[in-house]
């Protein structure tokens, strides 16, 4: 099983990045896919999620109205839309997938992808 994220970098406040994470080795449609964050010093943190079929979406209150979540089943892909960034979304994102509900708990998510940094500057 390999999840593998890309699409981090730096970014001014008040920018856009685009994560994706693309699934090999187990059968995508299956899966809840969430995105977590660490920052230096921090705990992860979830992010965002969405189920199987892309009907249901949570959000940390932290980033709803600014980050989108959506997938592809066909490409086997999640996608991480985020908009008007502030330094304090600064961290390592990383992709993480679950055959469970949907749900922010890190512990339940069977598979994680390596992170990939996100810097955000004033």
């Known amino acids: 099983v390999q999840l593998q994220a890309f699409g981090g970098g730096s970014v001014q406040a008040g920018g856009s990045l685009r994560l994706s994470c693309t699934a090999s080795g187990i059968t995508f449609r299956n899966y809840v896919m969430g995105w977590f964050r660490q920052a230096p010093g921090k705990e992860r943190e979830f992010v965002a999620a969405?189920?199987?079929?892309?009907?249901?979406?949570a959000y940390a209150d932290s980033v709803k109205g600014r980050f989108t979540i959506s997938r592809d089943n066909a490409k086997a892909t999640v996608t991480l839309q985020m908009n008007s960034l502030k330094l304090e979304d600064t961290a390592e994102y990383y992709c993480a997938a679950t055959t469970k509900i949907l749900t922010r708990q890190a512990s339940l998510y069977d598979y994680w992808g390596q992170g990939t940094l996100v810097t955000v500057s004033s």
């Open positions: 969405v189920r199987q079929s892309a009907g249901s979406k």
